[in-house]
């Protein structure tokens, strides 16, 4: 028994940074924001005893209804043509031999190292009213200038585009790990049964690259109910409800309107969202074959 | 013995210069001044920092609006945070409310030699809550009516003065519009029309123009308040639509229209002044501009109008120290003196006795517009209100909705109404 | 005469692949060109795909008159520490959970797998509050503690520890190894790839890391980079090349970085596609 308890401390010992990390920065935190939605405390110090006030709130703040139904249009546009796209652009980078093949790959996946600033600079200047080169192309196609981040209308598919441009490469890379996995005997043996490239793509390729498929979709979609950095930049001094997403709103109640409780409330909320979403997706993707 | 001598002497005044540099008080400063009104104020602080050797001022200028005011305010709930930094006198009472400011008391403004007198009695009692001083005036800026003289001229709407003519009255002016678009400009007039302020200032001078209350006695737009409003609003929207005025335009843009003579008129601020100074000294403008008050459209002549001032935040925890506060009210009392130069940067200076000088009365454009002093009118006195503040986020959801045609102007000045009230309530 | 068969659609695909290429990566040399001319050719009408008038005014302007040194250093430290802590907490953790037996190894592990990706976004109130608390508002420490929780890490080193075959640990056991040595002469080793994914990874996800850092410095002097060129203005006239330079200044070592290791920084993250979530 001796050996046991030892045992015990050793494995303590390793598990001891990330389970302290975790309790001091994570479990507290948690626990705390579920305390702070009872409140109606300001961001720096305590408050009264609410009850269940600012959840009754939630449901009938129209801002929060916005930005809630604002997350869910970002997700629809980022998620799947984010995954489909990747996995396209892959097939693409794959067909490539040698430089050729690197070049292409650095250029897809160049934006995904940049910092999020740095993309916000570069479309707020490609994308400017007045000087952005994207305006040529309006006026020739469209029409007219378009002050994009400005226009209910254009903000969030323009941002959802941005953001498909900044991060895809990472996507990208994983689905070129995944063709690299399928052995090309599987499309030789298809080819002398005469297979094209379509069929080859549907019974070979698209069922074979389903794990990583999954895993896109899973990282693209709890990463896109997160969204805030790139949209706040990019749509700041403008009309921020056009736009307004779950996290934006956090950031709204409790830094700017000082809201700490009613801020931890939205706060809450978008946890749980998270958690469920993230149930529901790992049963509907576990229901699929492997 | 002699080498010695004045090796030691070398050494005494090194330690004399050492520790004068640490005796310096550095002084943290925060601003949202950019453009023209930036480059003005960083020469103003290079000045002071050359002439007060014992002082230096840090200066960051952060983004205007909501970006600065949510900076300030959240890092004086965990004493962090400039040591000064400017002020919208229309936000006072909001800053106070959420216990952002301190309060200069007045044995401290007395010691520095600050004195209530020096400034427009309304102006020095806008720094105040419950008879509580928590800022000091810096100036009072307004908008007006920039204007291209050759493309006036063109259309015929140039006064012998050099002025524009025929502008008062709103059918006189939208006539106008129309004439110089038709004459060959892309626009009639500019304005930010994407946005909060660039909306705010001109509809709530519109407004003010018809002897509107925007809030008394706790009610927002009372009565038949909101019908002004949405007069004021539905002008606006006019001009939108009848494609006098650019749509959903960025601040930034809504100023290049207007230099790169694609828009003939630009409502701004008078903060705009020093980009056409400098733009026309470079050669750069392409046509002669001038700037006057602007037009009464309604019934009476209004102008919104707003004060910078410099104010401290409240540190909680890490108060400033009676040193630093010297130097703080020193540096205040300084900018005010030479608020001159800060003329220069269109702005009407809050401190008298430069408003009396020579200099500042031949002072040019600032002579010309002038005169809307005497019927300025200040954002409504709420903790609601001023530079972003709910009326600002209120009137960008529902006036600069409606001006650019998303919501109809009757149901614009309601949301506006309805919105601010709740938040009373 | 059909000995050579020339794949038209083959071709084509590929045309079409050289030409999204060219596309997506247009903004990256629109953005440097425009940095390389003088402001006044910035906003003349047309498009000029190379400057009339070369200049580095830009890149002159950004160094001198802003602190982007400090902000460099900020993010250089910020991204390093954060990097160092969470691959060594994830694979010491990792390491336990895969091949130690303890009390509570099952709960630690559910809890691990139910806090995958972990919404830290949603703890920014709290997490300010605690911060604030510490005194760790405008420091290093501050911008980097909500950083290190990141349990994918765990799970990651977890599976290919997992497939590393006893016989390795075994041996090392009849030779008197201590649990120590074992993790750090043989588990790290044989996965040093996986190591050097993960490192990548989330270097390049601090070094981008914004709303936090954007949220915990209120300085000046504590901001990192990413923050910096967007917080602090500037007090001159039309800056569109300014911004610019400041926004390339800001991607350049890690851009430089990627171009050289290319093949290794791909693989690495290539290996990543391994995990099953």
Redesign the interface.
Known sequence: MHTKSR??W???A??A???I??LV??L???V??IF?TFTDA????TGGWVGFKNYLRLFNDKAYINAFWNTGYFVLLTVIPNTLLGLV?AM??N??KGYVQ?????????????????V???????M????G?AQ?ALDAFYGER??VF???AWAMPMIAFVTI?WTIG?NV??????L?NISQDMYDASALDGAN?WKQFRFITWPLIW??T??VL??QL??Q??I??QLY?LT??????NTMVL?QY??KQ???L?K?GY??TV??S??MI?VVV?VLQ?QV?RAKPR | MRKFMTKALATVALLAMTAGAQAKETVVWWDFLSGGDGVRMKSLIDEFNKTNPDIEIQATTLEWGIPFYTKVQTSAAVGEGPDVMTYHLSRLPLGVDSGVLREITADELKAAGIEGANYAPANWKAAQVDGKQYAVPFDIHSIVLFYNKDALKKADLLGEDGKPKGFDGIENFDAALKKLKDAGSDYGMSFQTAGDGGVWRIFYSLFNQQGGDFYKDGKFLDGDNVDKAAKAAGAMAKWVSDGVVPKQTDYNPSIALFTSGKAPLLMNGVWEVPTMADLSKQGKLGFEWGAVQIPTLFDKPATWADSHAFAIPDRKGKEISPEKLKAVLTAIKWMNEHSISWANAGHIPAYIPVTETEAFKTMEPNATYSSLAATAVFDPTSKLAGVASPVYEASANNITTTVNGDMDPQAGAEGLRDELQALQE | MNIVKIDFAGRLITLVTLAIAIVWAFPLYWAIITTLKPEFEVVQPGINLLPKTWTLESYAHVLTTTKIGRWYLNSVVVSVVVTILVVMMGALCGYALSQLRFRGRTVLWFTVLASFMVPIQALIVTHFVLMSQLGLINTWLGIILPQLIVPVVVIVYKQFFDSVPKDFREAARVDGAGEFDIFLRIFLPMNWGVTTALAIITFIGAWNSFLWPFLVSTSEDTMTITVGITQVKDNFGVQYARNLAAAVLAAMPVAIAYLIFQRRVTQAIMLSAGIKG
Do not use: C, H
Request: hydrophobic share 60%; glycine share 6%.
């Open positions: 045992d015990n050793v494995a303590a390793f598990v940074p990330f389970v990390a975790y920065l994570f507290y935190p948690t705390r924001m702070l300001p961001l720096i110090g652009f693409m980078v067909r490539q690197s070049l292409i790959l650095a250029a897809f996946f160049l934006p995904y190292i940049l910092p999020v600033s740095v916000f600079r570069i479309w707020e200047w490609i400017d009213y007045q000087f080169i040529y378009v002050a400005r226009n209910k441009w990472f890379l994983l689905f070129i790990a995944g690299r490239r794990p990583v999954a895993l899973t990282i709890i990463l109910l997160k805030f950095d930049l700041l001094g403008g009309n921020v409800n996290v956090i950031y409790a830094f700017q000082n700490g801020g931890a706060a809450f978008l946890f998270i993230s790992y993707l």
